[in-house]
């Protein structure tokens, strides 16, 4: 699908931000209420807009562990279809999506220690030991997602981090019910969220906005069909030498500046770096990948690149 101007303004403008009121995205368009609404059931039904996610701060919830594990595969299409499978079913695996590169498939998971995580990808591996010829694990100390800079709108977006909290919270039930309906939609109506808790509107919107202040809720974003938009994600993984506070500060701001930079995240194993880029021409991603590479030449010990395609489906909350 060709988006056009107001499609992606609307979109850069719901990206980080889509709870606004339909008026207030609707004045930063320059449209009418209606056709915001419109243009966003439009996209929806088309399923350019997969999902509306809700960003959860799993630390604070719980979960210690945001890990990324990457399989290497030599496996048919139907033993690469029940693998799928395997990882689609498992709730502690929020996401999982193909690969082109030296990897094959990948998946994004989050666990409240250590010893659970090895256990269940134990039991992975052991089940599919005649397909997985090999895997790599990225553990993720702090990740930030940076707004939708491709589409050129100048207004300043919401960008919010993901690091490890002290602190942990008990929820009460009609809390941890919010958690589940924003994770089913985050752009679920105040009207229709108190329904399905069973309480007035006020009293839903309180709870809302007591969880987004005690950063429970840090954000949100709009997962798309990237194949629709044309649009693609490539992540290069780094192996960072010294990774400092001073080098972290570096490439952040490099990142945070940098137009096709979505994501970046922090963390140990193989590499300790991971930076994914938002693109739509093969020779974008390679020029983006060239500037960082040269600006950063001195720390970088190795980098390997992978394509992600096909992405399965999405959830960010593993509480049933």
């Known amino acids: 699908m060709k988006l056009d101007k107001i499609d992606k303004k ?41 999902k509306f996610a809700t960003i959860f701060n799993y630390s604070k919830l719980g979960f210690e562990e945001f890990i990324i594990v990457w399989l290497k595969l030599k496996a048919t299409k139907n033993q ?16 999982y999506f193909d690969c082109l590169g030296e990897y094959n498939i990948g998946f994004d998971c989050i666990y409240k220690d250590k010893q659970k995580f090895q256990k269940e ?12 010829t090999d895997h790599s694990i990225f553990t993720t100390t702090s990740s930030i997602f940076f707004p939708l800079k491709e589409f050129e709108i100048q207004k300043t977006e919401k960008e919010f981090s993901i690091e490890d909290s002290k602190e942990k919270v008990r929820l009460e039930e009609k809390e941890i019910q919010i958690l589940k ?5 985050g752009r679920i109506k105040i009207i229709d969220l108190a329904k399905k808790l069973n309480i007035n509107a006020e009293k839903a919107l309180y709870k809302l906005k007591n969880l987004q202040r005690n950063k429970i809720i840090l954000g949100s974003r709009i997962i798309f069909d990237l194949e629709k938009m044309n649009y693609f994600f490539g992540n290069l993984r780094l192996k960072i030498n010294s990774l400092n ?15 096709l930079i979505n994501a970046l995240s922090f963390g140990v194993g193989e590499y300790n770096c991971l930076v994914q880029v938002f693109f739509r021409e093969e020779k974008q991603f390679r020029d983006s990948i060239t500037e960082l590479l040269e600006r950063f030449n001195q720390e970088i010990i190795s980098k390997d690149i992978i394509l992600i395609q096909n992405e399965g489906e999405i959830k960010t909350l593993p509480i049933e």
């Open 80 to 95: 690469k279809e029940n693998l799928r499978k395997q990882l689609k079913e498992n709730k502690n695996i929020l996401t």
């Open 181 to 185: 309906e924003l994770e089913k939609d």
């Open 245 to 259: 506070e001073k080098t972290k500060e570096e490439i952040t701001n490099f990142c945070k500046n940098h137009k």
């Open 121 to 132: 990808l134990s039991k992975i591996l052991d089940k599919n030991k005649e397909i997985i």
């Open 10 to 50: 609307l979109i850069s403008n719901i990206y980080h931000n889509y709870r606004e009121p339909l008026t207030k995205i609707a004045k930063e368009c320059k449209i009418s209420r209606d056709q915001v609404e419109y243009r966003i059931k439009k996209l929806e039904s088309q399923d350019i807009i997969k």
